[in-house]
Structures are given as C-alpha cells and as structure tokens.
Nanobody
Framework: QLHLVESGGGLVQPGGSLRLSCAAS????????IGWFRQAPGKEREGVSC????????YYADSVKGRFTISRDNAKNTVYLQMNSLIPEDTAIYYC????????????????????WGQGTQVTVSS
C-alpha cells in the first residue's frame, strides 16, 4: 500500500518555527510531485507549497511566500516544509500529497487534485 505520513506539527508561539516532514512508504518519491496543503476550521483547503519531481520547480501561496520553504530528499524518501515567522493564521491541519501528473506546480497547488494523501499533522500558532 502507498502511504504518506506527516510529522513535525505542534504548538508554537507567534514568530516561531516548525519543520514538517512527509515520509513515503510503499513507494519511492523520486517520480512524484509533492504538495503541502492546509485546512483551518471553517475554511477551505489551501495549497501552501508544491515541488516538482524533475526540475525541482516550486510554488508558494502568497500567504506563506518568504516564510516557508519546501524541499525534498529523495534518498530519505521525504519532503520537508520549513515554516518560519509563524503567525496565528497559519494554524491548521497540514497535509502532504503526491502525484505523478506532469503539470505546473501552481496548477497542482491550486487544483489540489493529487492521488495520494497523508493523514495530516496539526500546527497551532498561539501565545
């Protein structure tokens, strides 16, 4: 079976940092583009950041640009989301997802149509 498992969430004060990890099991991430998405209570799911499998092109939502960084380590079969300068509005459940579709990362993040999804990890930014 194909699984993605997120980790690294938690409670952090405003201005703090967290690094989320997305580990794959049952398959290798080498040929998959990966996206990070989040959903806050009462809000629609938002594509936060996406990274391609080939040329490592990336996309960031305007709300996180300059604060979040997506990266991948195919040797560890893991994708990361480094989140700095966190604000309360970043509070949400964060999900990673994978697809083999060859599309622009902006399209992938905005559509959110990916085949494999993790269970999510909670991020809470509060003082």
């Amino acid at each position: 079976q194909l699984h993605l498992v997120e980790s690294g969430g938690g409670l952090v004060q405003p201005g703090g940092s967290l690094r989320l990890s997305c580990a794959a099991s049952g398959f290798t991430l080498d040929y998959y583009a990966i996206g990070w998405f989040r959903q806050a209570p009462g809000k629609e799911r938002e594509g936060v950041s996406c990274i391609s499998s080939s040329d490592l092109s990336t996309y960031y939502a305007d709300s996180v640009k300059g604060r979040f960084t997506i990266s991948r380590d195919n040797a560890k079969n893991t994708v990361y989301l480094q989140m700095n300068s966190l604000i309360p509005e970043d509070t949400a459940i964060y999900y990673c997802a994978a697809t083999t579709r060859r599309i622009a990362m902006s399209t992938m993040c905005l559509e959110g149509r990916l085949a494999i999804w993790g269970q999510g990890t909670q991020v809470t930014v509060s003082s």
